[in-house]
């Protein structure tokens, strides 16, 4: 079966055939500037030079069109004809406590996705709009949504819910959701499968660091905790995001500086994290370049960002009373070898050991840590949208999907 995986943002959409008999990506692709002046669509088949076309695109609708097109095209497309793909699968942020496990979309299911646009009224809205498109321009065709909220909804009570009148969680749902569950689930299984252990036998921490970054402790299959919150600001320092601050310096800074909601709103979202401490960049190529230069704030920021990784590593390993192993994925986790050696340095009272030669590695699947370290450290690239095909195909197919262990 050949799966088309949808990931729509605003302005932007990217997407993936997958032919799901081998897992073979057979095409990718970027559409930028949806219903602005410029919109353009980059399209890649595999093995063949990539083709970019500018042209109008007034919403998800003309923009899936034109990824329907691409994908058809007889010089870069992968199919003659649409009904060749089987399914497509949706990447959605937020399923709030619906939904545990991705699902066959129906009415009830967007309805219920509808409901939770007040938890992620970024995201779910254009999430949405994107299944609309497929569904009116591939009538019949099976759509899956999966779920970046799916995986954490086995945290159990003690991890999800806040200090504050409990009232709010029953009347407003203020409770901790988590997110990147697609890509901590990828990385966890690819861990059971590159370790030949089962997962139900396993203790892992997966830190996906990148622009937006959590660590999850993931105990038998299940995740228990994870360091993003009620929205992905909470946790750890990111690229522009702040992470965990204490909650009555927004009201202080606020009236320091004589801000509204939606400016504080802004500096904590988009201007925080490696990017305000620095004041440089949210690229952490950059800050190790100023650091190397002697720029005193880069290497703060980069201080910073490591000492939050080490911190919850410490806190999940508490948490589940020890760990097999840790598995760094996406931008950082993937290709920062100097980043790594700063996480996991002088660890090894509990048991962790990178290996300085195996570590000078890049985006490959790669054990990194000293063959004496109890705790495996394990760098695997994250693959959500191949999670998000193989989902769909189970689903379409009829198969019980693993990620439901509960
Ligand atoms: P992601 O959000 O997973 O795409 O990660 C993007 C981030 O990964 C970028 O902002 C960079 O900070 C980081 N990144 C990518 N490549 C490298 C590299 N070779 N060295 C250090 N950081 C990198």
Redo the contacts with the bound molecule.
Sequence with gaps: MKVLVINCGSSSLKYQVLDMTNEVLECKGLVERIGMDGSVITHEKTGIDKFRDVTPMADHKDAIGHVLAAIQDPEHGVVKDMKEIGAVGHRVVHAGEKYAKSLLITDDVIKALEECTQLAPLHNPPNLLGIAACQELMPGTPMVGVFDTAFHQTMPPESYIYAIPYEFYQKHGIRRYGFHGTSHRYVAERASDILNVNLDDLKLITCHL???ASVSAIKRGRCIDTSMGFTPLEGLVM?TRSGDIDPAIVTYMRECENLDQGVANEILNKKSGVLGISGIS????DL?AAAEEGNERAQLALKVFAHKVRFYIGAYIAEMNGCDAIVFT???GE??IGMRDIICNDLGNLGIKLDVVKNRV?GKEAIISRDDSAVKLILIPTNEELMIARDTKDIVEGVKIKQNRY
Excluded: L, P, Y
Aim: no cysteine.
């Design positions: 990148g622009n937006g690229g949210s690229d952490f190529r190790e996406a931008g950082v290709n920062d890049r």
